[in-house]
């Protein structure tokens, strides 16, 4: 955990890459800003940053220029992996200029670069002075130069793993070089489209095979959710496939369930299982114990609803996450408005599906919930902020000098027969449980209407 200061005033980082100085107190630093890009993956600031331990100040440029990219002794363009040599220089993966830039650590100045199609990642190990590189599809061992800017000779090569097409674009690959064991061992990670953990160890200075890691490669489950009695507990598995383990028994049961891949799941009463689709034209459904559809009677006989609810959730705003069950068999669930990323509102239906009333006006797009208690209670976590300030004063000097842009004069009017209230895009409003008292901040002050 970096519990010092703030790097940088940008909170999307980019490829991060890092390496520890010579001295053990310097840290390294690319990728802790993305520079601007007309379309695909925004590249690397074309700079290197460090920081000093223990003080973990503000991250400043060591080397290149955050805004000008380039070549040359002065500039570099998306640089990613970084290596400390042990002897006093940075080796820096200059990707856009395709070569590794080798640089002073004592002052930065430039020494002289070696030419690299397109490098991620590199390392250097200390004993033998090879260079590692991570280019083309393959990690390469070259002999390194007496001097910075000679030409590297090939001393072995490892092809990796070729990935399904589907997943090579988005796929990122991660390397560790074992400096101390004795021959190299070779650590390469990959984020997705294969084994996540690798290793190669050399023989006779060539690359091994490249195996699998000792580790169990976890199954792919998500999406969990437990039971209003906590016996038990259930979870995604692949397309359509829930899997219930029963905590009393601990035997698991397995369900094929109608719906989407991104499909999210509640416990009813009774074992019933509610589901809400990811960007699906229509709203929750629900099943039996056993996996049997089990429409809501008060839509079974329309067409188009086909026995579920009419919340629509849109896959970018109005999340599939975004409701809950109590134990009675009603469902509470935020149902967005007629303006993309606006305002939304919290329903609440019966077992039959039939709507009882809205139980909550507004929230924003990005709040979480609703949540049901077991008394009945709902609760939302939104994004609340005091009159006049875009954060609590609790987190001045923790967070960075960005734009804050989710702001608007849009209003809003409230009414539920007896109470009427307006509200300011940039403020929150709720209703107690009882549905008698409007409270929330909004832009002038505290809100707080009968």
Wanted: proline letters at 7%; charged letters at 25%.
């Amino acid at each position: 955990t970096y519990a010092g200061a703030v790097l940088v005033d940008q909170t999307s980082p980019g490829r991060v890459f890092l390496a520890a100085g010579a001295d053990g107190k310097t840290i390294y630093m690319t990728g802790i800003e993305r520079g601007p890009s007309a379309k695909g993956e925004r590249p690397n600031k074309p700079a290197v940053y460090k920081t000093v331990l223990p003080a973990r100040g503000q991250a400043k440029v060591f080397f290149g220029h955050p805004r000008r990219a380039g070549d040359g002794d002065k500039r570099l363009n998306n640089p990613r992996g970084l290596a400390a040599d042990g002897k006093g220089n940075l080796l820096i993966a200059d990707h856009g200029n395709d070569r590794i830039a080798v640089v002073r650590e004592a002052d930065g100045k430039f020494l002289g670069a070696y030419a690299v199609p397109s490098p991620d990642w590199v390392d250097v190990h200390p004993a033998s002075g090879a260079i590692y590189v991570h280019t083309a599809g393959s990690v390469v061992k070259f002999a390194r130069p007496d001097k910075p800017g000679g030409e590297l000779r090939e001393l072995a090569r490892l092809k990796l793993p070729k990935l399904p097409q589907r997943e090579a674009a988005r796929a990122r690959w991660y390397f560790a070089l074992d400096r101390q064991a004795d021959p190299p061992v070779l650590w390469v990670g990959l984020s997705r489209g294969g084994t996540a953990l690798m290793r190669c160890r050399e023989v006779g200075g060539k690359f091994g095979p490249l195996t699998q890691a000792g580790y169990y490669a976890p199954k792919n489950f998500f999406n969990i959710a437990t039971s209003l009695d906590r016996n038990r507990v259930l979870c995604k598995h692949g397309y359509n496939v829930v899997e219930v383990l029963d905590e009393r028994t601990g035997k698991i049961g397995r369900l094929r369930l109608t719906g989407s891949p991104g499909q999210t799941y509640r416990f009813g009463p009774n074992g019933q299982l509610y589901g809400m689709d990811h960007a699906w034209p229509n709203g929750i459904r629900r099943w039996d114990a056993k996996g049997k559809s089990l429409p809501f009677a008060a839509t079974a006989a329309d067409p188009t609803l086909r026995g579920r609810l009419p919340n629509r959730p849109s896959g970018t705003t109005s999340w599939e996450r975004d409701f809950d069950v109590d134990r009675a068999g009603n469902v509470y669930v935020k149902i967005r408005g007629k303006r993309y990323h606006g305002r939304m509102r919290v329903d609440k239906y019966d077992r039959d599906g039939n709507f009882i009333q809205t139980l909550i006006w507004v929230v924003s797009d990005g709040a979480l919930g609703p949540r049901v208690g077991p008394r009945g209670n709902v609760y939302i976590a939104e994004c609340v902020k005091p009159p006049g300030k875009s954060y609590p004063d609790f987190f001045k000097g923790n967070l960075p000098k960005t734009k804050i842009d989710k702001r608007g004069d849009v209003a809003q009017q409230f009414n539920d027969g007896n109470t009427t209230g307006t509200s300011r895009e940039d403020s929150t409003l709720a209703w107690s449980n009882d549905n008698t008292h409007l409270v929330g901040l909004c832009a002038p002050g505290l809100l707080s209407q009968r």
